[in-house]
């Protein structure tokens, strides 16, 4: 898929959903050997928020006869509303993913603008209500 920050959202998601949809046509399915009975989706970190909205979607299109089986999530990045939960602050300062990269990588995902960065720094990206 069309990778941040070259390509933001709904980029990711669309040529995940389009690919993933088009595999579970029984034609598809059939052509590789698939049993269309055992079919997940999963994936790690992004790849994780990627299989998770896919598989939500996917239960909710009406042109997709093949359901999946399951969802395989790996410390899928899921949430973005509040960086300030107790795993954000306690995770803050940890090496091999502080909060300040996650930042960067949700504001990046989203956007170039270095606005929504230094919102959601402050985590001040959502409103209250």
């Given at each position: 898929?069309?990778?941040?920050?070259?390509?933001?959202?709904p980029?990711?998601?669309?040529?995940?959903?389009?690919v993933?949809?088009?595999?579970?046509?029984?034609?598809?399915?059939?052509?590789?050997?698939?049993?269309?009975?055992?079919?997940?989706?999963?994936?790690?970190?992004?790849?994780?928020?990627?299989?998770?909205?896919?598989?939500?979607?996917?239960?909710?299109?009406?042109?997709?006869?093949?359901?999946?089986?399951?969802?395989?999530?790996?410390?899928?990045?899921?949430?973005?509303?509040?960086?300030?939960?107790?795993?954000?602050?306690?995770?803050?300062?940890?090496?091999?993913?502080?909060?300040?990269?996650?930042?960067?990588?949700?504001?990046?995902?989203?956007?170039?603008?270095?606005?929504?960065?230094e919102?959601?720094?402050?985590?001040?990206?959502?409103?209250?209500?």
């Amino acid at each position: 898929y069309r990778l941040a920050p070259a390509h933001h959202f709904p980029a990711q998601f669309e040529d995940v959903y389009l690919v993933t949809k088009f595999f579970l046509q029984s034609k598809v399915l059939s052509q590789y050997g698939v049993d269309p009975g055992r079919v997940c989706v999963a994936g790690d970190s992004a790849g994780g928020n990627l299989a998770a909205a896919v598989a939500q979607q996917l239960s909710e299109d009406p042109e997709v006869q093949t359901k999946l089986k399951a969802q395989v999530l790996i410390y899928p990045a899921l949430q973005a509303l509040d960086l300030d939960l107790p795993s954000y602050r306690a995770n803050a300062e940890k090496p091999l993913l502080p909060r300040a990269l996650m930042v960067r990588f949700w504001s990046e995902y989203f956007s170039s603008e270095p606005a929504l960065r230094e919102a959601m720094a402050a985590n001040r990206h959502v409103p209250p209500e």
